[in-house]
């Protein structure tokens, strides 16, 4: 074939391969550099996949034109033999005309890519120091830094790597140049390395570990001086090697630059000091720092220099950087920082501007990072630096929709990787995309569309930032509720979206976008139903704002309508009593127990509404409604089914009641004194946990016997501690031990297996399992404890207490109370025990010493590890053991000879030895204090959290939600922790006086 016709044949094969000037093509194969590949196939074809294949051709003549002579042939044999090379060369030189004049220059670079150990294909900043560990001077740390970036473009432009791990690995070999820069200044001015240690944080995109091929390294430095140098020194000299460190990575030399290193993100931007300590920068960010500056601390991360004290710097920032959403105006200032960003776009760039523009990154970054900062307070696994790690921890915590995630997280991934594309070309900082038709069909192509590339990527990139724009808006901006708070001239809310966001954000709402679900949810719509709720939002929204937990207090509003929604006295009982609305509101938003009882049994809203109706009811009435509801069941399961539902409604009357102060004696004025209150929950919790009891008694009973007839004895049932006290706090177990006797002409073994049988059987029906809260039976506190019977005769009692007793025995049934079962036998087990507990001659020397002995042997042992002894509510320092020991103590020692020292209740008896001179008014009233305090926490705990703990939560929602428990205004938790160990500290002084000294 003539020479003309082969060149037509290949000048067409060009073309097909997607080059724009064949003519030029054809003139480099055949130049000598080339010529022995000219006519390879596979060359032609893996240049015809590249970004841009007259660029990939180019660029590889004037690679190999570049080389000696002599060492061409081992490029282009290896070029022609190995497709992995062959790929990663071409794709590099075809998408970066930056990387193929480094390699123009550095032509003996090309031998990084020949092949990738397993180890290689995914380095992190370990391997990257150990290909930087032979530069010894700036120029050196240059080219080694360009030969480590043509491998990560070269994995990333073939595939090997995605776009994350690109980033991370472009972070991570920028954090081992910084290392180098910082060693090679250290080299130089050893006198200013010994004289401080130096930190360097890196920020921003290289501190998130999702850095760009050109961007500036943002960074802070902390330094602190070493032992024997003056912090002023050791401050200039850290100085100096900062300033060292970044200019060798930012001077331009002859082999180019690295990056530029940027300190401006530090305390006071340029116009501050370089380098500060440690505390200077805590001191700036406690006093003066701005609301943007802790939204950058977002990504700070220790990258070179001291690691200790690296370290220390970002555990010291962390506490700031998640209360800065508490901050006031947080969410005003991040959307007044979102929009001065838009605003500085020019507007001729606005339109194509990857990273600033409308549906760009900055858009997911900046939703991100606000939903990080907001809901980042409460919950640690949203404390991620990189931005997709960020977006998938909202996901997986249901701060953001799955399917909207995805989104985000599929159009950032997009949006970056055009942002690498375009910085790759020519290794320039850009964010714009290009608007001329040969770049556009590169960066396309780059990017995988080979079909038509211009319309395909445009189509693309269109469809992405359209989504960004919509979630960001949805995210940042849409899901407010200003205009809930408002009404309208009929009355009614008008639900707006405009500035809600910020209006629940202002209110205190941790999560908005829920929040507004929930008032969709409730309020949209044109029924009848909607319009009332309309109504009632405003009032709604106020009093949950003005909660710990006002998301709770939504949420749990938005469960009971939607079970009570079709009811037609429900809206019209919010709607009519206003009082309804706004104890509703207080009960919903104060924790976790009251809103989960009210939610197992809705209907009992409808004692919200009636004025007497969070009345606590006599023990009588409940004792009467209860057993005739197990009279009329079926079984003994459905009898204790039945006496729960009783006793759930009663927990919900008693503990709504206390939630908003609705506690008004009989025919009297509110109770306003906290320790009356406290009396008359544990009053009406304990009446309904031994109306519970005597439910499933009457149950097992019936179980136990046929046709109805009599059981061979008679039981029992006797309150102990708190029981027996009437000092029940919600979550408490039911001490009591059982008694019984056999009926006139019974068997006696006979009636002990009865009872033996009905208490077992008793204690099954509470134990089965249920949703409402537990009733826990606790014997323990019986003759022999577990290795005793589980209920003795009256007689066995007696015998036992007679032969056996032991002080502590005598100390127990000090609170010793019948709750349940047959009266008389109750009040003779009282008559038989009385003796005992009050001791006609008192408390001997050797008892006392054995209870106070008893009383230390209790502290060192069951405090639980780990608890702070200064604020545990049963155990802890001048907590309810102390004071019940010492009241205890007096009555053991003055019971016989003081009459009113004879009750069962701990203030009352505190009382009582106060009037009879036994202590002084001072020390009663600190030790009354201190019981009351630590009994409303347990109840206050347990409120909230919804189970019983003996401290104070951990969580620092649950903790400010006891504090407004307790009468603290908002932000008074401190404040509460502090006059709790005041309180109790003083109560410790006085048992360790009168107990262990009186």
């Given at each position: 074939?003539?020479?003309?016709?082969?060149?037509?044949?290949?000048?067409?094969?060009?073309?097909?391969?997607?080059?724009?000037?064949?003519?030029?093509?054809?003139?480099?194969?055949?130049?000598?550099?080339?010529?022995?590949?000219?006519?390879?196939?596979?060359?032609?074809?893996?240049?015809?996949?590249?970004?841009d294949?007259?660029?990939?051709?180019?660029?590889l003549?004037?690679?190999?034109?570049?080389?000696?002579?002599?060492?061409?042939?081992?490029?282009?044999?290896?070029?022609?033999?190995?497709?992995?090379?062959?790929?990663?060369?071409?794709?590099?030189?075809?998408?970066?005309?930056?990387?193929?004049?480094?390699?123009?220059?550095?032509?003996?670079?090309?031998?990084a890519?020949?092949?990738?150990?397993?180890?290689?294909?995914?380095p992190?900043?370990?391997?990257?120091?150990?290909?930087?560990?032979?530069?010894?001077?700036?120029?050196?740390?240059?080219?080694?830094?360009?030969?480590?970036?043509?491998?990560?473009?070269?994995?990333?432009?073939?595939?090997?790597?995605?776009?994350?791990?690109?980033?991370?690995?472009?972070?991570?070999?920028?954090?081992?140049t910084?290392?180098?820069?910082?060693?090679?200044?250290?080299?130089?001015?050893?006198?200013?390395?010994?004289?401080?240690?130096?930190?360097?944080?890196?920020?921003?995109?290289?501190?998130?570990?999702?850095?760009?091929?050109?961007?500036?390294?943002?960074?802070?430095?902390?330094?602190?001086?070493?032992?024997?140098?003056?912090?002023?020194p050791?401050?200039?000299?850290?100085?100096?090697?900062?300033?060292?460190?970044?200019?060798?990575?930012?001077?331009?030399?002859?082999?180019?630059?690295?990056?530029?290193?940027?300190?401006?993100?530090?305390?006071?931007?340029?116009?501050?000091?370089?380098?500060?300590?440690?505390?200077?920068?805590?001191?700036?960010?406690?006093?003066?720092?701005?609301?943007?500056?802790?939204?950058?601390?977002?990504?700070?991360?220790?990258i070179?220099?001291?690691?200790?004290l690296?370290?220390?710097?970002?555990?010291?920032?962390?506490?700031?950087?998640?209360r800065?959403?508490?901050?006031?105006?947080?969410?005003?200032?991040?959307?007044?920082?979102?929009?001065?960003?838009?605003?500085?776009?020019?507007?001729?760039?606005?339109?194509?501007?990857?990273?600033?523009?409308?549906?760009?990154?900055?858009?997911?970054?900046?939703?991100?990072?606000?939903?990080?900062?907001?809901?980042?307070?409460?919950?640690?696994?949203?404390?991620?630096?990189?931005?997709?790690d960020?977006?998938?921890?909202?996901?997986a915590?249901?701060?953001?929709?799955?399917?909207?995630?995805?989104?985000?997280?599929?159009?950032?991934?997009?949006?970056?990787?055009?942002?690498?594309?375009?910085?790759?070309?020519?290794?320039?900082?850009?964010?714009?995309?290009?608007?001329?038709?040969?770049?556009?069909?590169?960066?396309?192509?780059?990017?995988?569309?080979?079909?038509?590339?211009?319309?395909?990527?445009?189509?693309?990139?269109?469809?992405?930032?359209?989504?960004?724009?919509?979630?960001?808006?949805?995210?940042?901006?849409?899901?407010?509720?200003?205009?809930?708070?408002?009404?309208?001239?009929?009355?009614?809310?008008?639900?707006?979206?405009?500035?809600?966001?910020?209006?629940?954000?202002?209110?205190?709402?941790?999560?908005?976008?829920?929040?507004?679900?929930?008032?969709?949810?409730?309020?949209?719509?044109v029924?009848?139903?909607?319009?009332?709720?309309?109504?009632?939002?405003?009032?709604?929204?106020?009093?949950f704002?003005?909660?710990?937990?006002?998301?709770?207090?939504?949420?749990?509003?938005?469960?009971?309508?939607?079970a009570?929604?079709?009811?037609?006295?429900?809206?019209?009982?919010?709607?009519?009593?206003?009082?309804?609305?706004?104890?509703?509101?207080?009960?919903l938003?104060?924790?976790?127990?009251?809103?989960?009882l009210?939610?197992?049994?809705?209907?009992?809203?409808?004692?919200?509404?009636?004025?007497?109706?969070?009345?606590?009811?006599?023990?009588?009435?409940?004792?009467?409604?209860?057993?005739?509801?197990?009279?009329?069941?079926?079984?003994?399961?459905?009898?204790?089914?039945?006496?729960?539902?009783?006793?759930?409604?009663?927990?919900?009357?008693?503990?709504?009641?206390?939630?908003i102060?609705?506690?008004?004696?009989?025919?009297?004025?509110?109770?306003?004194?906290?320790?009356?209150?406290?009396?008359?929950?544990?009053?009406?919790?304990?009446?309904?946990?031994?109306?519970?009891?005597?439910?499933?008694?009457?149950?097992?009973?019936?179980?136990?016997?046929?046709?109805?007839?009599e059981?061979?004895?008679?039981?029992?049932?006797?309150?102990?501690?708190?029981?027996?006290?009437?000092?029940?706090?919600?979550?408490?177990?039911?001490?009591?031990?059982?008694?019984?006797?056999?009926?006139?002409?019974?068997?006696?073994?006979?009636?002990?297996?009865?009872?033996?049988?009905?208490?077992?059987?008793?204690?099954?029906?509470?134990?089965?399992?249920?949703?409402?809260?537990?009733?826990?039976?606790?014997?323990?506190?019986r003759?022999?404890g577990?290795?005793?019977?589980?209920?003795?005769?009256?007689?066995?009692?007696?015998?036992?207490?007679?032969?056996?007793?032991?002080?502590?025995?005598?100390?127990?049934?000090?609170?010793?109370?019948?709750?349940?079962?047959d009266?008389?036998?109750?009040?003779?087990?009282?008559?038989?025990?009385?003796?005992?507990?009050?001791?006609?001659?008192?408390l001997?020397?050797?008892?006392?010493?054995?209870?106070?002995?008893?009383?230390?042997?209790?502290?060192?042992?069951?405090?639980?590890r780990?608890?702070?002894?200064?604020?545990?509510?049963?155990l802890?320092?001048?907590?309810?053991?102390?004071?019940?020991?010492?009241?205890?103590?007096?009555?053991?020692?003055?019971?016989?000879?003081?009459?009113?020292?004879?009750?069962?209740?701990?203030?009352?008896?505190?009382?009582?030895?106060?009037?009879?001179?036994?202590?002084?008014?001072?020390?009663?009233?600190?030790?009354?204090?201190?019981?009351?305090?630590?009994?409303?926490?347990?109840?206050?705990?347990?409120?909230?959290?919804?189970?019983?703990?003996?401290?104070?939560?951990?969580?620092?929602?649950?903790?400010?939600?006891?504090?407004?428990?307790?009468?603290?205004?908002?932000?008074?938790?401190?404040?509460?922790?502090?006059?709790?160990?005041?309180?109790?500290?003083?109560?410790?002084?006085?048992?360790?006086?009168?107990?262990?000294?009186?």
């Amino acid at each position: 074939m003539p020479v003309e016709g082969r060149r037509d044949s290949r000048f067409g094969q060009l073309l097909r391969r997607g080059f724009t000037d064949p003519r030029t093509a054809e003139q480099l194969l055949d130049s000598p550099p080339l010529r022995p590949v000219a006519t390879d196939g596979p060359l032609l074809d893996a240049l015809g996949a590249t970004a841009d294949p007259d660029l990939a051709l180019r660029s590889l003549a004037r690679l190999v034109e570049s080389l000696p002579a002599g060492e061409r042939a081992p490029l282009l044999d290896t070029l022609l033999a190995a497709k992995p090379l062959r790929d990663r060369l071409l794709g590099v030189l075809g998408a970066s005309e930056g990387l193929g004049d480094r390699l123009a220059r550095h032509p003996d670079e090309w031998q990084a890519l020949v092949a990738f150990e397993t180890a290689d294909l995914h380095p992190g900043t370990a391997e990257f120091e150990t290909a930087l560990a032979p530069a010894t001077d700036p120029d050196t740390l240059r080219v080694r830094y360009y030969r480590a970036l043509l491998t990560i473009a070269a994995r990333d432009i073939t595939g090997t790597t995605g776009f994350a791990e690109t980033a991370a690995e472009l972070a991570d070999l920028a954090t081992a140049t910084l290392r180098a820069a910082l060693a090679m200044a250290q080299r130089e001015a050893p006198a200013d390395a010994a004289a401080c240690r130096l930190a360097v944080i890196g920020m921003g995109k290289c501190g998130g570990r999702e850095l760009n091929y050109v961007s500036d390294v943002d960074v802070i430095f902390v330094a602190e001086p070493t032992e024997g140098t003056e912090e002023g020194p050791a401050l200039q000299a850290a100085t100096r090697l900062a300033a060292r460190m970044m200019r060798i990575c930012s001077d331009t030399t002859a082999e180019g630059t690295i990056w530029q290193v940027d300190a401006n993100l530090r305390p006071e931007g340029r116009n501050g000091p370089l380098v500060r300590t440690l505390e200077s920068h805590l001191a700036y960010y406690r006093r003066w720092a701005k609301t943007w500056e802790f939204q950058a601390l977002l990504k700070a991360r220790p990258i070179a220099g001291d690691p200790d004290l690296g370290a220390e710097y970002q555990a010291a920032v962390a506490p700031l950087v998640w209360r800065a959403a508490e901050r006031e105006n947080f969410v005003p200032d991040v959307q007044r920082m979102r929009r001065r960003v838009e605003e500085s776009i020019p507007a001729a760039h606005a339109e194509r501007e990857l990273k600033l523009g409308p549906g760009g990154l900055r858009d997911v970054e900046f939703a991100v990072q606000l939903l990080q900062l907001v809901h980042g307070r409460t919950d640690a696994e949203l404390r991620h630096a990189t931005t997709l790690d960020a977006l998938a921890a909202l996901a997986a915590g249901g701060y953001v929709g799955r399917q909207d995630a995805a989104s985000l997280d599929a159009s950032y991934r997009f949006l970056r990787t055009v942002e690498h594309r375009l910085q790759l070309h020519r290794l320039r900082r850009t964010h714009l995309m290009p608007d001329d038709e040969v770049e556009l069909r590169r960066l396309g192509r780059s990017l995988g569309f080979l079909g038509e590339p211009v319309e395909e990527l445009t189509a693309a990139w269109r469809r992405h930032t359209a989504a960004v724009r919509r979630l960001h808006e949805k995210l940042f901006y849409r899901p407010l509720l200003e205009a809930v708070a408002r009404l309208g001239g009929e009355g009614q809310v008008r639900l707006g979206q405009a500035a809600a966001r910020e209006r629940l954000e202002a209110l205190g709402y941790g999560d908005p976008a829920a929040a507004l679900r929930h008032l969709t949810a409730l309020a949209s719509g044109v029924s009848r139903k909607a319009a009332i709720q309309r109504t009632l939002l405003p009032v709604l929204l106020d009093r949950f704002a003005d909660s710990a937990d006002p998301d709770a207090g939504l949420l749990n509003f938005r469960k009971v309508s939607d079970a009570l929604g079709s009811s037609p006295w429900y809206l019209r009982l919010l709607r009519d009593e206003g009082a309804a609305a706004e104890n509703l509101a207080r009960v919903l938003s104060a924790g976790r127990f009251a809103p989960d009882l009210l939610l197992r049994a809705p209907e009992a809203v409808a004692l919200l509404g009636d004025p007497a109706g969070l009345r606590p009811r006599e023990r009588s009435a409940l004792t009467q409604e209860t057993l005739a509801a197990v009279r009329r069941a079926d079984s003994p399961e459905q009898a204790v089914a039945a006496a729960r539902g009783i006793r759930r409604r009663e927990l919900f009357r008693t503990a709504a009641a206390d939630i908003i102060d609705a506690f008004p004696p009989e025919g009297g004025p509110a109770v306003e004194d906290p320790g009356a209150v406290l009396d008359r929950v544990g009053d009406a919790v304990t009446d309904i946990n031994a109306v519970a009891i005597a439910a499933a008694l009457r149950a097992a009973t019936s179980a136990a016997t046929a046709d109805g007839a009599e059981p061979p004895t008679r039981i029992a049932v006797i309150g102990m501690g708190r029981f027996g006290g009437h000092e029940l706090a919600y979550g408490s177990d039911a001490d009591v031990i059982l008694v019984h006797e056999p009926r006139e002409g019974a068997d006696e073994q006979q009636a002990a297996k009865a009872a033996f049988t009905i208490a077992n059987e008793m204690i099954r029906l509470l134990q089965l399992p249920n949703i409402d809260p537990p009733l826990l039976i606790d014997a323990t506190l019986r003759p022999e404890g577990r290795n005793g019977p589980l209920v003795r005769s009256l007689a066995s009692y007696a015998a036992y207490y007679r032969r056996w007793s032991l002080v502590w025995e005598s100390q127990a049934l000090l609170r010793a109370e019948p709750v349940a079962g047959d009266a008389d036998l109750g009040a003779r087990f009282v008559e038989l025990v009385d003796p005992l507990r009050y001791p006609a001659d008192g408390l001997g020397d050797e008892p006392v010493r054995e209870i106070r002995r008893l009383k230390a042997r209790m502290e060192s042992e069951r405090l639980p590890r780990g608890a702070d002894p200064t604020t545990h509510t049963k155990l802890g320092r001048g907590g309810l053991s102390d004071v019940e020991w010492t009241v205890q103590l007096l009555q053991l020692r003055h019971g016989a000879a003081v009459p009113a020292l004879r009750t069962t209740r701990t203030r009352a008896a505190l009382a009582a030895a106060r009037a009879a001179g036994l202590l002084s008014e001072e020390d009663a009233a600190v030790l009354d204090e201190a019981w009351v305090l630590a009994s409303r926490v347990r109840n206050a705990v347990l409120l909230v959290r919804g189970r019983p703990l003996d401290s104070f939560p951990s969580d620092s929602r649950e903790t400010a939600a006891v504090a407004r428990y307790l009468g603290y205004e908002p932000g008074e938790a401190g404040r509460m922790l502090d006059d709790y160990r005041r309180t109790t500290r003083r109560a410790r002084g006085v048992v360790e006086r009168l107990f262990y000294e009186g």
